[in-house]
């Protein structure tokens, strides 16, 4: 291997080993580790009954559809020109005073 070559590879190492570095310090690197390594735990084992109630688990129903779902079922009936909720028809009979 050429000097030249060598010195760029020693370099390139150098700066690889600070970017990992950098990034394993890093607490949202940490973070993320931790919630892929969570997740897997709760598909393999189930979930721990002692553990608490994680961010917006105690509104959340299961089974019902979310927001974005209404939020895209919304565009669709304005795209349409439907409106979710129609008015009410009118009342009939004599005009209240």
Same mark, same amino acid.
């Given at each position: 291997?050429?000097?030249?070559?060598?010195?760029?590879?020693?370099?390139?190492?150098?700066?690889?080993?600070q970017?990992?570095?950098?990034?394993?310090?890093s607490?949202?690197?940490?973070?993320?580790?931790?919630?892929v390594?969570? $997740?897997?735990?709760?598909?393999?084992?189930?979930? !721990?009954? +002692?553990?608490?109630?994680?961010? #917006?688990?105690? &509104?959340?129903? %299961?089974? $019902?559809?979310?927001?974005?779902?209404?939020?895209i !079922?919304? +565009?669709?009936?304005?795209?349409? #020109?439907?409106? &979710?909720?129609? %008015?009410?028809?009118?009342?009939?009979?004599?005009?209240?005073?």
């Amino acid at each position: 291997m050429s000097p030249y070559l060598r010195v760029l590879w020693q370099v390139w190492l150098r700066f690889e080993d600070q970017v990992v570095h950098q990034i394993l310090r890093s607490p949202a690197f940490h973070r993320g580790v931790r919630k892929v390594h969570r $997740k897997v735990e709760d598909i393999r084992y189930g979930r !721990d009954p +002692l553990d608490p109630l994680r961010p #917006g688990e105690a &509104t959340a129903e %299961p089974g $019902k559809p979310g927001f974005l779902k209404h939020f895209i !079922d919304e +565009l669709k009936n304005q795209a349409k #020109g439907t409106p &979710t909720n129609p %008015p009410p028809p009118p009342r009939s009979g004599p005009p209240m005073p």
